[in-house]
């Protein structure tokens, strides 16, 4: 049973959580980036394993939602245009973060990452949901089993097994990070074969639709949340010299 991702009102929400989680992350990035909090507390446990979450769950309902659109056949034309999309804004990303962070510039972030899983994924969406989830099982152990000093090469580094840190401000590797995306596809396929995909579909009332409203817009927030965030405090800098 294939179903539009535009009726199941629990996943955008899904999303705008996640949005939600990647703003307040990113919000105490750049206040560390601007000196008001300890520089290196980003890297703390919590804010770790914050942004894992937050990511792994951007590439589980991106996964979610390929098998939703094209589980039954895949339609090209639509899957074209939005892996076409996806990739331009990954492409925006790298050239604008190259701009502002030359030393740090991302070049394999979570757009890249969702646009490169969203092609391997395809060769999943025909085989049992088991079988993906062990796929995707195996990807997330394999970062840990497999990393070698031979990966270590620049034009490697997008696989996620050197053994060197990558000196990036956002990585999301395939190794680990398609095994989350195939896990989104199995509970897809499970979800469909339990018929539990329509209790996704909330009932409609302007709170849901609050809820909702993010996460059906969830690319144009990411693109434009840091630039936002990072002008505002910039200015109140500017501010606090002339006012404090």
Do not use: C
């Not at 990035?29 to 507390?41: A, R």
């Not at 951007?58 to 999309?85: D, E, V, Y």
């Not at 030359?102 to 049992?128: C, E, M, T």
Request: aromatic share 16%.
């Amino acid at each position: 049973m294939n179903q539009d991702i535009g009726r199941l009102a629990a996943l955008d929400i899904a999303r705008s959580a996640a949005l939600l989680g990647m703003v307040a992350f990113h919000i105490v990035f750049d206040l560390q980036m601007f000196g008001y909090v300890p520089y290196g507390i980003t890297a703390e446990p919590f804010f770790y394993w914050h942004a894992r979450t937050v990511a792994g769950s951007f590439l589980f309902l991106s996964g979610f939602s390929l098998w939703l659109a094209h589980g039954q056949a895949i339609r090209w034309p639509a899957f074209w245009r939005r892996w076409i999309k996806l990739a331009a804004a990954a492409a925006l990303v790298t050239a604008g973060t190259y701009a502002a962070f030359p030393d740090y510039f991302v070049y394999y972030g979570i757009l890249h990452s969702i646009a490169v899983s969203s092609l391997i994924g395809l060769a999943f969406l025909r085989l049992p949901a088991g079988t993906t989830a062990a796929a995707g099982a195996a990807v997330m152990a394999a970062s840990y089993a497999l990393p070698s000093d031979s990966f270590n090469a620049p034009l490697l580094r997008f696989l996620g097994l050197a053994t060197e840190p990558a000196v990036t401000v956002d990585f999301e590797p395939i190794f680990p990070w398609l095994g989350p995306f195939l896990l989104g596809i199995a509970a897809a396929k499970a979800a469909s074969a339990l018929r539990l995909l329509p209790r996704l579909a909330l009932p409609h009332s302007p709170v849901t639709r609050l809820l909702a409203w993010p996460g059906q817009h969830s690319l144009v927030i990411y693109l434009i949340h840091q630039p936002l965030l990072v002008g505002a405090l910039q200015a109140f800098a500017f501010l606090s010299v002339w006012l404090f």
